[in-house]
C-alpha cells in the first residue's frame, strides 16, 4: 500500500450535504481511496477509489481540476496551482482515470477579459489595467455589484485565483478597466475575438462599423469592475456582475438602443457561449443558439436577457443566463450558470431588481 499524501488548497462543487463547506479542503490519498477534509473545521468524507467513475483529471497553465462521479453526482475538486499535480496523476492513472492537458492560451484568455470589457463598451477591447482610482464612479460602479450580501446563507465567492467557467468569460475581481487603458491592436481574421464578434453581428444584423457592442462604434467606460464569481452550497449556481461607468448618459442611451433589438438577448448569450466553449477548447456555436429571457422587474431601468443550454467538459450540463441592465450613467452585465432552468428565473430577476435599485440610487451602497 502507498503512503498517504496529503495536498491543501483545493475547493469542491458541489458540497457533500446540504448546506456543507465547500472551501477550504484538503484531499489525502493512496492507493486505496480518497479522503476529504472541508471547511474550517473540518468534517471528513472517505470513499474507496472503486466506488468512483468517469475520473478525470485536467490541468490547465495555472491550476488544475479533478473530476470523479459517486452516488450519481458528479463532484469537481479545483485548485489554483499545480502543486501535487504528478503525485495525483499517478493515482489516477492506477485507477484507470484520464488526464487531460488544457492549454488555456494567453491569446484565448486575454479574448476572454477583452469581450466582456468591449460587451457593452464595443470596439477592439482592452488590456486590464490594475491601477484603482478613489472617485466617486469607481467607488458607486464597485457597489453596484452583486456581493455575498445579496445572496442566501451559505453561498461562497471563490477566490480570485481559482478557476471557474464564468471567471473564462468575466475580468477578474482584482482588476479595473479604465477609459485610458490601452488598446489592443485589432487581431487576425480568423482568431476567436473575430468569430466570436462576427457571430453577434450576423446574429443581431448589424455590421462591425455599426456595432456599439463587439464593433468599431463602440466606446470605452471611465470604469469597468467584476464581482467576485459566487457559488451556492449544492453547486446548482455559479454567479458574476460586471459594472460600468459611462462618462455621459447619452453613451449609455446609444448603448441601449442598440440593445433594444428583438433579438439581442440570445445574440448576446450565444456569443458568450461561444467565448465560453473556445476557453474550453470545444467547437463554438455558429449560429443563434439562446433563446429570449426579459427579466420581470419593478424597479425603473432597461433590461434584456437570454438563455441556453450549455455542456462543458467534465460538467454536468447547465444553462448559461447572461442580462444586461441599463440606467442613468450605467451598464451591468449578469452572467449565471444553473442547473435547473426556467427554474431558477424569479430568484435570478429578483437579483437584477437588485443591481437596477442601485444604479438608479445615489449612493449605490449595498444593502
Known amino acids: 500500500m502507498s503512503s498517504l499524501r496529503r495536498s491543501e488548497g483545493w475547493t469542491v462543487h458541489p458540497s457533500f450535504v446540504p448546506n456543507g463547506p465547500t472551501t477550504p479542503v484538503v484531499l489525502m490519498w493512496d492507493d486505496v481511496g480518497l479522503t476529504q477534509l472541508a471547511g474550517e473545521s473540518p468534517v471528513a468524507w472517505q470513499t474507496p477509489w472503486a466506488e468512483f467513475s468517469n475520473l478525470q483529471l485536467v490541468r490547465f497553465s495555472k491550476g488544475m481540476a479533478l473530476f470523479a462521479t459517486t452516488n450519481g453526482v458528479r463532484y469537481c475538486w479545483r485548485r489554483g496551482d499545480l502543486n501535487d499535480f504528478e503525485a495525483l496523476r499517478e493515482v489516477v492513472l492506477a485507477q484507470d482515470g484520464q488526464i487531460e492537458h488544457r492549454r488555456r492560451r494567453a491569446g484565448i484568455l486575454v479574448v476572454a477579459v477583452v469581450v466582456l470589457a468591449a460587451s457593452l463598451a464595443g470596439g477592439i477591447g482592452a488590456l486590464v489595467n490594475s491601477g484603482s482610482s478613489k472617485s466617486t464612479e469607481l467607488v458607486d460602479a464597485k457597489a453596484i455589484n452583486l456581493t455575498l450580501k445579496d445572496l442566501p446563507a451559505q453561498w461562497s465567492a471563490y477566490p480570485s485565483t481559482v478557476v471557474t467557467p464564468l471567471s473564462a468569460i468575466f475580468p477578474p475581481s482584482t482588476q479595473v478597466v479604465t477609459s485610458s487603458t490601452t488598446p489592443t491592436t485589432a487581431p487576425p481574421k480568423k482568431s476567436i475575438w473575430s468569430r466570436v464578434s462576427s457571430l453577434f453581428q ?38 458574476a456582475s460586471t459594472s460600468q461607468y459611462y462618462a455621459t448618459t447619452t453613451m449609455v442611451r446609444r448603448d441601449t438602443a442598440e440593445m433594444s433589438r428583438s ?105
Not at 210 to 229: E, L, W
Open 202 to 239: 450576423r446574429c443581431l444584423g448589424v455590421s462591425s462599423a455599426k456595432d456599439r457592442v463587439f464593433g468599431a462604434a463602440g466606446q470605452m467606460p471611465d470604469y469597468q469592475v467584476t464581482s467576485k464569481v459566487f457559488s451556492s452550497p449544492l453547486g446548482e449556481y455559479e454567479l
Open 263 to 367: 433579438n439581442f438577448g440570445s445574440c448576446f448569450t450565444t456569443s458568450n457561449v461561444a467565448l465560453l466553449k473556445a476557453a474550453y477548447g470545444d467547437a463554438i456555436p455558429t449560429k443563434d443558439e439562446a433563446v429570449q429571457w426579459r427579466p420581470v422587474t419593478f424597479v425603473r431601468g432597461w433590461s434584456r436577457g437570454g438563455v441556453t443550454s450549455v455542456t462543458l467538459p467534465g460538467l454536468r450540463p447547465l444553462h448559461l443566463v447572461m442580462v444586461v441592465a441599463t440606467a442613468g450613467h450605467y451598464e451591468v452585465t449578469l452572467g449565471a450558470l444553473v442547473a435547473q432552468w426556467p427554474g431558477s428565473a424569479s430568484f435570478l430577476a429578483n437579483l437584477v431588481n437588485t443591481l437596477l435599485s442601485r444604479m438608479t440610487s445615489t449612493t449605490a451602497t449595498p444593502v
